[in-house]
């Protein structure tokens, strides 16, 4: 699954019309996680400082005594991809962690999605997430409780925070191709296996790094590590 989704993170053109394919190679010298390199690639970097941005949010997971694996690889390059840099994210990562491993037995990746975003402070991070798990939880109760946190997390990503005023749980349902107003159908959770995962451990087969990693486990858009 690993590849599949480097090379869906990958498909297309990027805004200025080049291809990422050449970038891809690049990075998956200075990093055996193909997802990694996928998400470092698809970024436009005329400054050239990804490489360095990356090796450093690495070497920052090493000497809080993380080991090298899918979830280091994958949480430095979504940093590396930020607007932020390790002095300005270190803190703002530790208190996301804290949060989050009450609920995620590994919560490094989930905890960089969000101090990636730099238009949040921690608190306003956490404070929204808590506020999407809450709605999710009452339209898909079926939901694992890691699963709901990955759809949180994903949910908040990207959002900038002048554009958020206050969230209202009573408004009406739109018109979206998805609605919450069910149980999630096994279709889209087959085998029950969470995007972000609370307790558990992944084999990864299909990246360069392999072995058994904790919590990085794939779902239908992309994959997550908890």
């Not at 599949?4 to 690049?26: K, L, W």
């Not at 609370?198 to 990693?213: D, L, M, N, P």
């Amino acid at each position: 699954m690993s590849a599949g989704v480097a090379a869906t993170v990958m498909f297309g053109r990027r805004y200025d019309g080049s291809y990422p394919i050449d970038t891809f190679i690049g990075f998956s010298k200075i990093t055996r996680s193909y997802e990694s390199a996928a998400i470092l690639s698809v970024i436009n970097d005329p400054s050239s400082q990804l490489p360095g941005k990356f090796q450093a949010f690495r070497s920052m997971f090493n000497l809080w005594g993380f080991q090298t694996s899918e979830d280091t690889e994958l949480a430095s390059a979504y940093l590396a991809t930020s607007d932020l840099g390790p002095d300005d994210v270190r803190v703002k990562m530790q208190v996301i962690i804290d949060a989050l491993k009450l609920y995620l037995e590994y919560p490094l990746v989930a905890s960089a999605i969000l101090a990636s975003i730099a238009t949040f402070e921690a608190n306003e991070a956490l404070d929204l997430t808590e506020k999407a798990f809450s709605i999710l939880g009452s339209y898909a109760p079926g939901l694992q409780r890691s699963e709901l946190l990955s759809l949180s997390v994903r949910m908040i990503h990207g959002v900038k925070n002048e554009l958020v005023k206050k969230l209202d749980p009573s408004a009406p349902i739109t018109n979206t191709p998805v609605q919450f107003r069910y149980a999630p159908l096994p279709i889209f959770f087959p085998y029950h296996v969470p995007l972000i995962v609370a307790h558990s451990s992944y084999y990864s087969t299909f990246s360069g790094i392999g072995g058994v990693h904790p919590a990085h486990v794939h779902g239908f858009g992309g994959g997550f590590g908890g």
